[in-house]
Antibody, heavy 117, light 107 residues
Framework: QVHLVQSGAEVKKPGSSVKVSCEAS????????FNWVRQAPGQGLEWMGR????????NYAQRFTGRVTITADESRRIGNMELRSLTSDDTAVYYC??????????WGQGTLVTVSS | DIQMTQSPSTLSASVGDRVTITCRAS??????LAWHQHKPGKAPRLLIF???NLETGVPSRFSGRGSGTEFTLTISGLQPDDFATYYC?????????FGQGTKLELK
């Protein structure tokens, strides 16, 4: 069973950046992707983007393009998500999720990011 | 981006009921359609992938069907553990989107 462990909660000022990491263990499939999905308070799930650690290729949701960078180090099984120019609207729980190709199969426990002055 | 519209937004049901949630896509998503279950304070859980394939360990009372732009998730014989929010998820065009969610609550 794949296990994803995310970094801890963050409190950030408006205009700053946040970086959240995710370490995958017990991954048995040879090719997998890291996805990042967020949930703002009282809202639904919102996909932000994914990276394929083997190819290095990333895809992003249009609304985050230019403001988010998703990377992964395949040899370390760690995925990272950096979101820049934070506003209060970015306050959310950020989930790391992994799977093969375009399937999301396993989810991390979530990381709360609070943006407040 | 492909828009995913779920209905209903809220569904009230009793233990033992059979319920169906519908998800409509703004264009064809081929077979790149999954369903996830989410409970407050917990990680979401994949239930079904590829429209109708049950993820390992998911009870057989969950089933999915559909094609093109219209899909359904059916739970036959609701159990207390099933009360949660359900999301459809498309990944056809490498820019995924989720439906807005359907909250299944106890009547």
């Amino acid at each position: 069973q794949v296990h994803l462990v995310q970094s801890g909660a963050e409190v950030k000022k408006p205009g700053s950046s946040v970086k959240v990491s995710c370490e995958a263990s017990a991954v048995t499939f040879t090719s997998f992707t890291f996805n990042w999905v967020r949930q703002a308070p009282g809202q639904g799930l919102e996909w932000m983007g994914r990276v394929n650690p083997l190819s290095g290729t990333s895809n992003y949701a249009q609304r985050f393009t230019g403001r988010v960078t998703i990377t992964a180090d395949e040899s370390r099984r760690i995925g990272n998500m950096e979101l820049r120019s934070l506003t209060s609207d970015d306050t959310a729980v950020y989930y790391c999720a992994t799977g093969t190709d375009r399937t999301i199969s396993f989810w991390g426990q979530g990381t709360l990011v609070t943006v407040s002055s | 981006d492909i828009q995913m519209t779920q209905s209903p937004s809220t569904l009230s049901a009793s233990v033992g009921d059979r319920v169906t949630i519908t998800c409509r896509a703004s264009q064809s998503v081929n077979n790149w359609l999954a369903w996830h279950q989410h409970k407050p304070g917990k990680a979401p859980r994949l239930l079904i992938f590829g429209v109708s394939n049950l993820e390992t360990g998911v009870p057989s009372r969950f089933s999915g069907r559909g094609s093109g732009t219209e899909f359904t998730l059916t739970i036959s014989g609701l159990q207390p553990d099933d009360f949660a929010t359900y999301y459809c998820h498309q990944s056809d065009d490498y820019s995924d989107t989720f439906g807005q969610g359907t909250k299944l609550e106890l009547k």
